[in-house]
């Protein structure tokens, strides 16, 4: 079992930045693809960025360039550094994992809540 927890969230100014972090208990962690989702209010869910094991990363194509997503597997953290943020950024980010060998994301946080004022 994995319980993960967002926290990093908050009100910010278009082309401000934020960090968010995921702590994950578990002893597996470095074990698991982590990803970071988003969904604004009528919107269906979107992966926004996901990190493997290995390293691989891969992100949505409207936050390429201005997001990152990393880990500390010392720290069983994930992060989400979210920098030149917009308007459009404004959802709830949610943090999830999965096993290396699933297709879907088996564990989910509670969300953080990410608002960008024009």
């Known amino acids: 079992q994995v319980q993960l927890v967002e926290s990093g969230g908050g009100l910010v100014q278009a082309g401000g930045s934020l960090r968010l972090s995921c702590a994950a208990t578990g002893r597996t962690f470095n074990s698991y693809t982590m990803g970071w989702y988003r969904q604004a209010p009528g919107n269906q869910r979107e992966l926004v960025a996901a990190?493997?094991?290995?390293?691989?990363?891969n992100y949505a194509d409207s936050v390429k360039g201005r997001f990152t997503i990393s880990r500390d597997n010392a720290k069983n953290t994930v992060y989400l550094q979210m920098n030149g943020l917009k308007p459009e950024d404004t959802a709830v980010y949610y943090c999830?994992?999965?096993?290396?060998?699933?297709?879907?994301?088996?564990?989910w946080g509670q969300g953080t809540q990410v608002t960008v004022s024009s």
């Open positions: 990190l493997t094991s290995g390293g691989s990363t």
């Open positions: 999830a994992a999965r096993g290396e060998t699933s297709y879907n994301y088996a564990y």
